[in-house]
């Protein structure tokens, strides 16, 4: 007998929170908005690393892609740059 464990919704509901903050930028961007998207976009990395250092590896789900430390540097890395960039170019 095979048994399979099911990932419950519960585990995937901090990379959603994340997609959503994401989609939420993007179509702040196809509105003419863009410097506002690109912080979100980056915002939503930054939230990204931060759900990573404090979530188990069981319940990050999706955002689990290396080890915690690995992730929540890169994360929080491309969310630093993003927000750099966005706030400084005219």
Not at 19 to 24: I, N, R, T
């Amino acid at each position: 007998m095979i048994t399979t464990r099911r990932a419950g919704i519960t585990t995937h509901l901090a990379f959603a929170l994340v997609v959503a903050v994401v989609l939420f930028g993007f179509a702040l961007i196809a509105v003419y908005r863009w410097r506002r998207g690109a912080t979100l976009i980056g915002g939503a990395l930054l939230l990204a690393g931060g759900l990573r250092a404090v979530l188990s590896d069981a319940h990050a789900g999706l955002l689990a892609i290396r080890g915690r430390s690995a992730d929540v540097l890169a994360y929080t890395a491309f969310g630093l740059a993003l927000v750099a960039v966005a706030v400084t170019i005219d």
